[in-house]
């Protein structure tokens, strides 16, 4: 009896709201005739991510590669003894159930690095377009409204500050395009040494309250986890200048929408662009769809991953990995998450 591989919620698997099982042409390349593959639950145009339905579709399943959906407890009861390993389709692990990994036995993985470019670019794009007040031009003047000046002057970089809290490799790789336009970059990360940030051309700040005040663009670019869980808080907003523009292209949950759309409010600080929002669209939050609002705000549908060579890139190392891990009974070879 073959594997069972069980993607759970595969964006790119879906065509008009339903599952095209010929999508999978990465998939099917890789796995060949040595893996069945199951697609997730679909309901009214997207995944089921939880609930019964969802766990049902778990049963019996060798390995789940998994995208937005949540590993919780309840998941883990019900695969456990059956699935060998889990590979999640994206950088972020905060939703794998780190855990429950080891203990239920199951290999972890993540793809650490497949869209750097990506992301360091949508970063770099967002924080030009709220500096230059490219979409306010853009949808006042197709509505009608013709004024060079209209959204203020912008600001002249050269006499900037940017602060990247997180140096990873996105944080590394932003650095390096966002340093072409602004005077100066500085950096918090406790796990970074500053030897190794200079070579960057980051300039280390050891703690986070010294990065907020001197930055002109504070930049997220962390993991999510409990210590960073709404990191940007009433407090972390305080520090910040009035003028201070934030981005974030990392997870909608080191963020508290609130706390940001108070600070827009009351003109705290200059100005925020988000690719991530807890839930995902921030129309289903009563205080992201406030944010929506404001002329200084600019968002994206988490996708600054995207473009076809990352996607397909993600989608085939993922299923080599559990390709691998199926055939040979031994760890994940990269983005191991139960070393």
């Known amino acids: 009896m073959k594997p069972i591989v069980v993607y759970t919620d595969p964006f790119w698997a879906l065509e008009d709201g339903e599952v095209n099982p010929a999508l999978a042409t990465v998939e099917q390349e890789v796995f060949a005739d040595e893996v069945e ?68 036995g199951i290999f972890g993985f993540n793809v650490p690095d497949y869209c750097v470019d990506e992301v360091s670019t949508h970063t770099t794009s967002l924080v030009l377009a709220l500096e230059r007040h490219i979409c306010l ?50 950096g ?17 700040r050891h703690t986070l309250p010294g990065l907020l005040n001197e930055a002109d663009v504070v930049l997220l670019h962390c993991l999510l986890n409990n210590e960073t869980k709404n990191l940007v808080d009433a407090s972390f907003l305080n520090e910040m200048k009035d003028d201070a523009l934030l981005l ?14 108070h600070a827009l409010d009351e003109g705290r600080i200059g100005g925020y662009a988000s690719d991530v929002f807890t839930p995902e669209d921030p129309n289903d939050n009563e205080w992201n769809k406030r944010i929506l609002s404001f002329d200084n705000v600019i968002v994206t549908s988490h996708r600054a991953f995207l473009s ?16 691998h891990v199926l055939r040979t009974g031994r760890p994940p070879r990269w983005g191991n998450l139960t070393e």
């Open 37 to 104: 593959i199951r697609f997730g639950v679909t309901e009214g145009g997207g995944f089921v991510k939880s609930g019964q339905r969802f766990l049902d579709n778990l049963k019996g399943a060798s390995a789940l590669a998994i995208y937005r959906a949540q590993m919780t407890e309840e998941v883990f009861e019900t695969v456990r003894g059956d699935v060998k390993v889990i590979g999640r389709q994206g950088v972020g692990f905060d939703n794998i159930g780190l855990p429950h990994l080891k203990p239920n």
């Open 137 to 186: 031009q853009n949808d006042h003047l197709k509505n009608g409204h013709w004024d060079i000046y209209d959204g203020g002057y912008p600001r002249r970089l050269q006499d900037l500050t940017v602060g990247i809290i997180g140096l990873g490799r996105i944080g590394k790789s932003t650095a390096q395009k966002i340093r072409n336009f602004y005077g100066k970059v500085i």
């Open 188 to 204: 918090y990360d406790p796990h970074v040494h500053g030897d190794h940030m200079i070579g960057y051309g980051v300039a280390k």
């Open 248 to 261: 974030n292209t990392a997870r909608g949950g080191l963020v508290d929408p609130q706390a940001v759309y």
């Open 308 to 323: 076809a060579e990352s996607e397909l890139s993600q989608r085939r190392r993922v299923a080599e990995e559990i390709l």
